[in-house]
């Protein structure tokens, strides 16, 4: 948790344009993300958070625009994207665990297949990761003898793996049952406060008023709004914002 002003830009988005047939998800995006910033994306459902942080990563293409990660233009394809969306981890709201695969196997598959890591120094990586997200005695296990929660803090652990520069998290805490929400968010908050870059969409707002540098509050593809969580939380500006917030606060 930088001061976002004076940092350099880790992420940003130049006019950023994309649709889906007739459908314009992305309306001339323009957005930046400090060194160490915890940006929350807020909005309604249908407003475009999910397309803008798949845009991120390219898991999703965008017609116009640039999209940059400390500096560098994503690749379209090959060798040189795989390299480059190592430095940006996803977390999804469903976990997206390899089924077949033990948890300890699951965190070491990235930096061995992708980082060229030898499996000694992976599993050792791995092990550690999994005991600071609270999952280490897990290791052996598949991913249905886990709970939600640890599932998804296993899936961070996973992200954590590749030595990214920034988390993308989407909805991370939404399919989970709501004794296992805590959990994951205060993973996520050691994480902000270890200067990790973030950014999180989420409905939980006791986790963007703690750990959030600055709200965007997304609705029909456009940032309508951009404030300190105090600001947005306090005083939202337009209708949209005060509608959606009167609906889940
Ligand atoms: P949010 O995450 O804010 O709920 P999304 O980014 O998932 O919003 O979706 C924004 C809009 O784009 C929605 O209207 C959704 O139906 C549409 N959409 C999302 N993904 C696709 C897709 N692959 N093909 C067509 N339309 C899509
Ligand atoms: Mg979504």
Redesign the pocket.
Known sequence: MTNPVHAPALVELKDVNKH??T?H?LQNINLQVAKGEVLVVL??????????C?TINRLETIDTGSITIDGKELPKEGKALANLRADVGMVFQSFNLFAHKTILENVTLGPIKVKGMSKADAEKLALSLLERVGVGHQSAKLPAQLSGGQQQRVAIARALAMKPKVMLF?EPTSALDPEMINEVLDVMVELAKEGMTMVV?THEMGFARKAADRVIF?AD?QIVEEASPEEFFTNPQTARAKDFLSKIL
Request: net charge positive; charged share 15%; aromatic share 6%.
């Open positions: 889906y047939s459908l998800v909005g309604p459902s249908g407003s475009g958070k999910s397309t803008l798949r989407d969409v997304m593809g």
